[in-house]
């Protein structure tokens, strides 16, 4: 039996459709996969689906009613639960409050044989409540952990008794496996197993065609907005879902051939590097490594094993605790950012709009942003504003940056184009060695293809590359050497030349044989 | 300086302070910083002189002063909450407006001060505790205070058990930690705001009625004398928890009450002691805010 | 660049009607409130504005008036922009102006072509010093620099009364007060008029900050800063370093504007020396209603101290009282936090654009 359908929704943003003329179904009990690649519409679909959009045209039936949802809390009470890819979780309060947040229990006390509600919370009925949902389950989770102490996979349990707790059929996930190790996928898969079993519809959204293939029933292609085809999954490959979702071959185009020289000299060197977090923890631990010229050194890991934190250290935002760091055995451990710059590290930053990119100021000033001390933007503390726009317009060219109008603000920069400022940026300044972080995280198809060839062509001129990504075959693809990262250490280093993905995978799971 | 004295001080200079300070949490937990702590103290303090100036009775003072310092809340609410307004310029606005307010009535009623000494009820408020306040030593510390000082001990404890437990204590711990949760779940996160900073804008009125009406049974223009500020400092040490904020409250009311007791002995540098609560703060905030920063590896200055 | 760039035109419209909007909404109030005090406002208003700037007399006081609230708009200004808050501005101007009368009656025999700039730049000094101390605390140990400069005014206001009252006091005058700057560090009127040297200071400070702003490498890292100061360090700007270059010129330009208004207007310290209000706070309004920018600010400027003026107008000629001005102040900065119109893609933007689109369009059928 159908309990979604989809009649025709189409939603607009401006005159672009994210959405257009949609017809899909969910049947009862079920796991529905949508897949389809970045920007396709799938996320658009599903926040229609939630009511945190309203479609422009087209309605939602539920268990065959016309639906109008104008928020979340009417999803829910058409029970329908969203476990969104970035978690809604509160880190300050306990797994307990997170899941009662919104439908508190309050205490009752008896009043001359009347119960009578408090404006008071009861913890103690609270907490039986959360832990009677979590055995019910299996989940092994602490309902007076603090959210923030919780790993991710447990942090994206809690999300799910969220929406259990409120008495949800159908559960939608945002790209679920995107932050979990293979372990937690493993584990997750279980959950939805498990959840199956007791009677509730699931909807996944994924570009992992791996995943589509092991756990769904059904699933539905997204491309440019519009449904491609809605098969059951047993009768579908892979490799079909693949050639529906791009209309051509998924595997990365740009391959390296991963033959850099051992014999190249050092040109990066770091030594037995560490920091801690505010409250203590060491989330770099010791780690040392070589980067040398003409080679690009890959360091995997699932987020939150200390890449950022890694990252950041070695671009100059945060103080190390231990070790040192030597640019061409130079000591330039705890460097500012300026210092880095001035020693020919380009740097392409980790959160775009934190650290790489001001999107209130002009095109121009964010071409030459971390240069503009340099004599050519800048003398006897003047800019020189004639020789900003020339730079400017070299970059766009370079880069073959589309823009509108180029003396206009950065905010109207899609994601891949604003990508491609910071990198043409941070190589046009010609570095010797270049720090890249998720350099392709949001950006469309065809940039990263661009991305690829600049930062490999970089590698040709013998530059030092030290290339830090959870996506693997991003990582698989561009490095000559491979670290993977796990709570801090490297785990092992394994050449990239002869490693597969499911060793990868167990690596950054912490297994090592 | 008789330590007696100095101690009951400690209690008179800390309770406007304390109301203040619990006013000022709310908000600041909902990640609202109210700097019009001071204003909102303010035009409670000259609402509730002037009610009762007027009509002579207490009861409509308190009233007329939770009313109009609740009335300042919702303006300060709309313009932070619905017109996404820059709350740090809304509230010295508020701060400014009230002086500007306080000034001019004065001039229009041609006083350069309210008194309420002639009305008979203002001038004895001190409650005399039972049992408590016949404890030697204990007894001429704790008793002989005015209700809304005590009070302001209360308010601390139901800061607490608001904030912490009450659902709506909890959506406004929500509201500064990740609007977005609670969104998502149908919090109505600006409703939140709104009951947020406007119960700490009618704390703020009680701390203008404590001051002007109990203490001083007068108004005069400068009568806050930057309170609400050192009320913002509390809770930046304290960071926004009702408990140890209060405490932060606690000492630099005892800063403020040394300086009062000392001017006492020494008679004509007294003026030059009055800037040891301010000093005191800043060396306070320095000492707290430094320990919280040299912690941190983690480069970079962020605003507010 | 191109002049007549569209976008560019509607951003400048949005910021005016950004900072008029909120004025006009004031004197609107406070015409309610002249209502209340039965008299009217419109010849009230009349009288404010008409003898502070359509009289040459009246329109040089204002000139002269609106000197040391440049300095002190620019003195918040620049530390608004890059998204801090020295609110210690009006602390900054008084110990500038407190030194610079020590300075001032220290040597009444040096000749004024060394005093005068001796006692400027001592005020300029202190006012750097004395910013120093939030400054500091901000840059290198994260303490809030709004709440401690605040702070900081309360003590150095009892401070400075304790040295004019006891220490400095001018046992011959019959109020609080220290003892008359020497005429070799007084600046002199001009021509007759109220207008001293100090206003062409004033401008020349304007100048330097207009650079500072649009064409210099810090006026670019203010920007940054104040939009995005994760991403200014991320490309190098060491933040923290900055603030402290930015409070100190803040400070500066206060000390200058209280060292200034002592030199030319007041003579000598008295405990209202900087007003009811207080020049460090009408500099806020000026900031903000100038949108931190140079030439509104100097615009600002010049319309606030013709208020300032009027002001004394007003009490003679009506029964409204001069604090009156104070509230509309208040009222303004009030309605100035919210802005009326926001980014482009509000509705109100998108309406500011489409008339001048169709003004446009009017003119090349025209």
């Given at each position: 039996?159908e ?17 257009k ?12 996969a949508v ?33 109008n ?17 970035h ?21 009752t ?5 009347r ?15 959360v ?58 898969f279980?959950?939805?197993r ?21 756990i ?7 491309k ?14 892979e ?38 977090t ?6 770099v ?7 040398k010229?003409g ?26 605790t ?19 710059r ?10 775009r709009?934190?650290?790489g ?35 400017r ?17 950065l905010?109207s920069?899609?994601?891949g ?10 190589l ?31 590698r ?14 991003e ?8 670290l ?13 030349r ?16 | ?32 910083v ?5 204003g ?47 709350f740090?310029?809304?509230?010295l606005?508020i ?49 002989g ?40 779940l149908?919090?109505p ?15 703020c ?6 001051v ?32 140890k ?7 630099f ?34 000492a707290?805010?430094?320990v ?13 | ?13 949005v ?28 010849s ?14 009246g329109?040089?006081k ?10 002190t ?18 602390g ?33 000094v ?42 400095f ?46 064409r ?60 009811a ?7 806020m ?6 949108a ?46 919210l ?28």
């Amino acid at each position: 039996m159908e309990i979604i359908r989809c009649v025709g929704v189409t939603r607009k943003f401006g005159d672009f459709y994210a959405n257009k003329n949609i017809h899909f179904s969910v049947a009862e009990n079920e796991i529905k996969a949508v897949v389809g690649e970045n920007g396709a519409g799938k996320t658009t679909l599903m926040n229609v689906l939630y009511g945190l959009l309203e479609p422009t045209n087209g309605h939602v039936e539920v268990r065959g009613d016309r639906v109008n949802f104008t928020s979340p809390v009417d999803a829910i009470r058409a029970s329908i639960g969203m476990v969104h890819q970035h978690f809604k979780l509160v880190p300050t309060l306990t797994v307990r409050e997170n899941v009662l947040l919104g439908a508190e229990v309050k205490g009752t006390i008896n009043l001359a044989g009347r119960s009578v509600t408090l404006p008071l919370l009861s913890r103690r009925k609270g907490r039986a409540k959360v832990l009677e949902l979590i055995e019910r389950f299996g989940f092994d989770l602490d309902p007076d952990t603090l959210v923030r102490d919780l790993s991710v996979g447990a942090k994206q349990k809690v999300e799910i008794l969220k929406m259990l707790y409120r008495s949800v059929d159908i559960l939608i996930f945002d790209e679920p496996t995107a932050v979990l190790t293979p372990q937690e996928i493993d584990d997750f898969f279980d959950s939805l197993r498990q959840l199956k079993k007791q009677g509730k519809t699931i909807i996944i959204i994924t570009h992992k065609l791996k995943e589509v293939m092991m756990i769904s029933d059904s699933v539905t292609v997204i491309k440019k907005g519009e449904v491609v085809k809605s098969i059951e999954t047993a009768k579908t490959s892979e490799r079909e879902l693949a050639q529906l979702m791009v209309g051509r071959d998924v595997l990365l185009s740009v391959e390296s051939d991963h033959s850099a020289s051992p014999n190249n000299p050092l040109v990066y060197e770091v030594e037995n590097l560490s920091t801690r977090t505010d409250d203590g923890r060491k989330v770099v631990d010791g780690v040392s490594f070589g980067v040398k010229e003409g080679e690009i050194l890959g360091i995997a890991g699932v987020e939150g094993n200390g890449q950022s934190e890694l990252i950041r250290v070695l671009s100059g935002l945060m103080r190390s605790t231990e070790g040192t760091v030597r640019m061409r055995g130079e000591d330039i451990t705890n460097s500012w950012p300026r210092g880095l710059r001035d020693r020919r590290i380009g740097i392409i930053p980790e959160e775009r709009y934190v650290h790489g990119l001001c999107r209130e100021m002009t095109l121009a000033h964010n071409c030459i942003a971390g240069y503009h001390y340099n004599s050519e933007f800048c003398s006897r503390g003047l800019m020189k504003r004639r020789a900003i726009e020339h730079w400017r317009d070299r970059l766009i060219e370079d880069f073959d940056i589309r823009i509108s109008d180029a003396g206009g603000q950065l905010s109207s920069l899609s994601g891949g184009n604003a990508q491609k400022i910071i990198i043409g940026r941070e190589l046009e300044s010609n570095p010797d060695f270049l720090i890249a972080a998720q350099p392709t995280r949001g950006v469309d198809i065809g940039a990263i293809e661009f991305i690829h060839t600049t930062i490999l062509a970089l590698r040709k001129k013998r530059k030092a590359v030290l290339l830090v990504s959870t996506e693997l075959s991003e990582i698989m693809s561009l490095s000559d050497r491979i670290l993977v990262m796990y709570r801090g250490r490297f785990i092992d280093e394994v050449d990239a030349r002869n490693v597969t993905r499911g060793e990868l995978g167990l690596l950054m799971a912490g297994v090592k044989e | 300086m008789n330590i007696i004295r100095f101690l009951s001080d400690v209690l008179l200079y800390t309770s406007p302070i304390l109301f203040c300070t619990v006013g000022g949490l709310f908000a600041y937990r909902a990640n609202i910083v109210n700097i019009g702590l001071e204003g909102m103290m303010y035009f409670g303090g000259l609402a509730s002189v002037l009610a009762i100036f007027f009509t002579q009775s207490l009861f409509l003072g308190i009233i007329v002063g939770m009313v109009i310092s609740a009335a300042i809340g919702v303006l300060f609410s709309y313009f932070s909450v619905n017109k996404n307004a820059n709350f740090i310029i809304t509230g010295l606005g508020i701060n400014l407006l009230a002086t500007a307010a306080g000034k001019y009535i004065l001039v229009e009623m041609g006083l350069t001060e309210i008194n309420l000494i002639n009305i008979d009820r203002v001038v004895d408020l001190g409650v005399d505790l039972p049992l408590i306040g016949r404890l030697p030593f204990l007894g001429g510390i704790l008793s002989g205070h005015t209700p809304f000082t005590y009070l302001s001990l209360l308010a601390v404890f139901a800061a607490w058990a608001v904030l912490y437990r009450t659902p709506v204590g909890v959506y406004v711990r929500v509201c500064g930690d990740n609007e977005d949760a609670g969104v998502s779940l149908g919090i109505p996160t600006a409703k939140i705001k709104y009951f947020a900073v406007i119960l700490g804008a009618v704390f703020c009125g009680f701390a203008g009625y404590n001051v002007t009406v109990e203490q001083l049974a007068s108004f005069t223009p400068s009568f806050t004398d930057g309170i609400g500020f050192i009320a913002i400092a509390a809770i930046y040490c304290g960071d926004g928890k009702p408990l140890k904020s209060s405490l932060y409250a606690f000492l630099f009311g005892a800063a403020k009450s040394l300086a009062i007791n000392l001017a006492v002995t020494y008679g004509s540098i007294a003026i030059l002691l009055k800037m040891i609560p301010y000093l005191a703060i800043v060396v306070v905030l320095f000492a707290v805010e430094g320990v919280k920063h040299s912690r941190t590896n983690i480069r970079g200055i962020s605003h507010v | 660049m191109k002049k007549n760039d569209p976008q560019r035109n509607t951003k400048a419209a949005v910021t005016l009607v950004n900072a008029v909007s909120p004025v006009i909404l004031a004197f609107l109030i406070g015409a309610v409130v002249i209502l209340i005090a039965r008299e009217n406002p419109l010849s009230t208003y009349w009288i404010l504005f008409s003898k502070s700037l359509f009289d040459f007399q009246g329109l040089m006081k204002t000139l002269h008036y609106a000197s040391p609230l440049m300095l002190t708009g620019l003195a918040i200004a620049v530390t608004f922009k890059a998204g801090f808050f020295n609110m210690g501005v009006e602390g900054q101007l008084l110990v500038g102006a407190f030194a610079a009368m020590i300075v001032g009656t220290s040597f009444p025999a040096m000749s004024p072509v060394l005093l005068v700039p001796l006692c400027l730049v001592t005020g300029m000094v202190c006012g750097i010093l004395f910013a120093a101390v939030p400054a500091v605390l901000r840059a290198f140990f994260n303490v809030n620099e709004m709440v401690v400069s605040l702070l900081l005014n309360y003590a150095i206001a009892i401070f400075l009364e304790y040295l004019t009252s006891g220490p400095f006091r001018n046992p011959s005058s019959g109020y609080v007060s220290t003892n008359m700057l020497p005429d070799n560090a007084i600046l002199h009127h001009l021509g007759g008029t109220k207008l001293t040297i100090f206003t062409f200071v004033a401008l020349a400070v304007f100048i330097v900050m207009y650079f500072l702003f649009n064409r210099s490498r810090l006026g670019f890292e203010i920007e940054a800063i104040g939009y995005n100061p994760s991403f200014s360090e991320a490309v190098g700007m060491n933040v923290g370093r900055k603030i402290l270059t930015i409070m100190l010129i803040s400070g500066a330009l206060a000390g200058l504007a209280g060292a200034g208004w002592l030199m030319s207007e007041k003579y000598a310290y008295t405990l209202s020396f900087s007003g009811a209000v207080g020049l460090g706070w009408d500099g806020m309004l000026i900031a903000l209603l100038g949108a931190h920018n140079p030439a509104g600010i100097i615009v600002a400027a010049i319309f606030y101290a013709t208020l300032k003026v009027g002001v004394q107008n007003i009490s003679v000629f009506t029964h409204v009282p001069s604090e009156i001005i104070a509230l509309i102040q208040a009222m303004i900065i009030l309605l100035l936090s919210l802005k009326m119109i926001g980014g482009p893609n509000t509705r109100g933007y998108k309406r500011i654009e489409s008339l001048l689109d169709s003004g446009r369009r009017k003119e090349k059928i025209g």
